[in-house]
Nanobody, 119 residues
Framework: QVQLVESGGGLVQPGGSLRLSCAASGLPFIIYAMSWYRQAPGKERELVAHITRTGRTTKYADSVKGRFTISRDNAKNTVYLQMNSLKPEDTAVYYC????????????WGQGTQVTVSS
C-alpha cells in the first residue's frame, strides 16, 4: 500500500520558518519525482515546488522563489520543503505528490498538512 505522509505544518508568525516533510512508503521512491502543492481556502490547488527523482533539477512557483527550498533524501524515502520568510499569503494546506518518472500513469498524493502564517 502506497502512503505519502506529510508532517511539520503548524502556526507560525510572519517572517518565520517551517520545514515540511513527506515520508513515502510502498513505492520505489528513487524513480518518483516529488512535488509540493498547496491549496488555500477558496482557491485552486497550485504547484509550489518540484524535484526530479535524482534531485538534480528543481523548480518553484514565482511566489516562493528565494524563500522555499525543496530537497529529498532517497535513503530515507523523504522529501522536504524548507519554508523561510513566511507570509500570511502562504497560509494553505500543503500536499505532497509523487509521480513515477518512468510511467506517469502512477501518481500519489498525501493527505495534506495545514500551514498557517499569522500574528
Amino acid at each position: 500500500q502506497v502512503q505519502l505522509v506529510e508532517s511539520g505544518g503548524g502556526l507560525v508568525q510572519p517572517g518565520g520558518s517551517l520545514r515540511l516533510s513527506c515520508a513515502a512508503s510502498g513505492l520505489p521512491f528513487i524513480i518518483y519525482a516529488m512535488s509540493w502543492y498547496r491549496q488555500a481556502p477558496g482557491k485552486e490547488r497550485e504547484l509550489v515546488a518540484h524535484i526530479t527523482r535524482t534531485g538534480r533539477t528543481t523548480k518553484y512557483a514565482d511566489s516562493v522563489k528565494g524563500r522555499f527550498t525543496i530537497s529529498r533524501d532517497n535513503a530515507k524515502n523523504t522529501v522536504y520543503l524548507q519554508m523561510n520568510s513566511l507570509k500570511p499569503e502562504d497560509t494553505a494546506v500543503y500536499y505532497c505528490r509523487g509521480e513515477n518518472e518512468l510511467d506517469r500513469r502512477y501518481e500519489y498524493w498525501g493527505q495534506g498538512t495545514q500551514v498557517t502564517v499569522s500574528s
